[in-house]
Structures are given as C-alpha cells and as structure tokens.
C-alpha cells in the first residue's frame, strides 16, 4: 500500500509537467515537426492532418514502450545486483509463464495495432472522388515532368532542370527551368500518375504523400488542397544520372488566378495533350516493336 502511495504521488507532478510541456508546443512540434503546418493555418492538404497523426500518435506509443522496457532493464540490475558478501550463482530459473505470455502478446498487439490504423489510415487517403473538381495527368520522365490538364485540355511540357554551373555539383539549379504545377486553392485533385520509361515517384514534399510511377500502368492519387502556397516537388525513385534534378514546384493559388493560368497557356498555344505516343519504352504491352522498314528508315 506503501508503495502504490508513493507512485500515485509522483505520477500526479509528472502528468501535469508533461501537460505543460504539451501546451506549450508550437504547430511544428505537435505533428511531429513534420514539413507544411504553420501557426494558425490549415494543412495544405485534407491528407496531411491524417497523416501526421498516425505518424506522431506512433512514435508516442513506441517511446512509452521504449521507456517501460529501460525501466525494467534498470530495475532489474539494480533490484537484483550482487550484494556485498553474496556469493555462488544466483538462483536459476527454468521459466515464467506469465513473463512468457507478457513478451508474445504485448508485442503482437502493437504490430496488429499498427497494422489496423495504417491500413485504415492508407485506404481512406488512396480513396478515389468519382466527381473531383480538377483532373491532373502527370508523366514522369527522364528527367522532368508534363502536365496535362485534362478538363481544361491544355498541358506544359517540363523540361529538365538546369544547375547553376553545369559540370558543378552542388551549386543549385536554376529556379526558372523548374518546371510548374499549378493548383487552384479549396478543390479536389485527382492525379493520374505514369511514367514514360522507367519508374518514378511523384512526391510533394509539404503534402506529406508520394506515389510511385511506373512504366505501363496508372497510379491514382487524391487531395483536396487547403492552403494557397508554393511547394517544393520532387522524383523520390532513383532513376538514372540526372535524378537529383527531376525537381518540380507545386504552386495553390485562388481559384482567379488559376484560371487566368490556363488561359495564359491556352493563349500561347500548350492546347491538347501529351500522350503516350511520347513514351520510350518499347517493350510494353500494347506498343508495337518496330518493324525492319522502320529501322531502314
């Protein structure tokens, strides 16, 4: 009874130091000081709050786990030490049934656990919208992107970014020659995800989800933009010399300035799309091999 006392005492300044410290943490902190949150501003996507919470709400379940087990490895060393004037082996053990069972289920409840909330957490965020408000068709490339904006039947072909000095790693690249996604603010995106030659992987840092992009099939990704903003973009597959390069920025802008975007590159003649007759990849289904009159030629 002693003993419970004494723990119930020193539980209670414990948890209000840790409610304190909790209060007191800024937007970064409480998620994790993961990338896109900002005081008093939403996610810049519906996906990321989600995302930060399975993450942050993981890592404080396996620190607690982490502390009860240095707890019992010092309690153990120091509540069964060798005393002075003992001598001889110390009493064996053949086996603990309880400690046994603790050691099986425990851990398997946490791997279940965790199993549960991502698998719930990954099928709502792969979710399709039978009705987004803007589709988006992306062609990963060696070593750039295309865009295809497939409602309003324009496109932008992006080009390879240039480094500062070529030849010189390390010095940058050149903002201008990176190629942009523009995205209205407050709308449901759908990107329909392909590669033309090797895999790829389209990522948007601050949205805190990626997706791979692969030769000959069609990966679909879903979010529902909440910030304006301009956001850092890039190839997370390696695929060849020049993947530290295939970068892309991401700007969410107002609905207005999205659509004088699209009449801008409507004025400038980037109607259409960019399809598949522009992949590299000869071997995939449904792409003919070429014929020895088209190789004459």
Request: net charge negative; charged share 20%; proline share 5%.
């Amino acid at each position: 009874m002693r003993l419970r006392r004494r723990i119930r005492w020193a539980a209670i300044p414990l948890a209000t130091v840790v409610i304190i410290a909790l209060a007191g943490c800024t937007q970064a902190q409480l998620h994790g000081f993961l990338p896109g949150f900002h005081e008093g501003q939403p996610a810049v996507t519906d996906n990321a709050e989600r995302i930060s919470n399975l993450w942050v709400g993981s890592w404080i379940v396996l620190l607690v786990v982490g502390a009860i087990t240095w707890f019992l490895i010092v309690f153990a060393a120091v509540v069964y030490r060798r005393r002075r004037g003992q001598t001889g082996l110390p009493v064996q053990l053949r086996y603990n049934m309880p400690i046994e069972a603790f050691y099986t289920i425990v851990p398997l409840i946490l791997v279940l656990g965790f199993f549960a909330f991502t698998a719930r957490d990954q099928a709502e965020i792969t979710k399709r919208d039978p009705n987004p408000d803007q589709t988006i068709e992306v062609y990963g490339k060696q070593w750039g992107w295309d865009f295809n904006y497939l409602d309003e039947d324009v496109y932008t072909a992006g080009v390879q970014t240039q480094p500062e000095a070529l030849g010189t790693p390390g010095t940058g690249v050149i903002e201008s020659t990176v190629p942009v996604l523009v995205l209205p603010v407050d709308s449901t995106i759908e990107f329909q995800l392909r590669s033309r030659d090797v895999a790829h992987d389209f990522w948007v840092i601050d949205f805190l989800q990626k997706m791979d992009v692969y030769p000959g099939k069609t990966n679909y990704m879903t979010v529902h933009t909440q910030r304006e903003g301009t956001y850092a973009g890039k190839c997370a597959e390696f695929c060849g010399d020049y993947h530290a390069q295939m970068l892309f920025t991401v700007k969410v802008v107002s609905q207005a300035a999205y659509q004088d975007y699209i009449s801008s590159l409507r004025d400038q003649g980037f109607t259409g799309r960019l399809g598949p007759e522009y992949d590299r990849s000869p071997n995939l289904s449904g792409i003919e091999a070429p014929t020895e009159d088209s190789e004459v030629q």
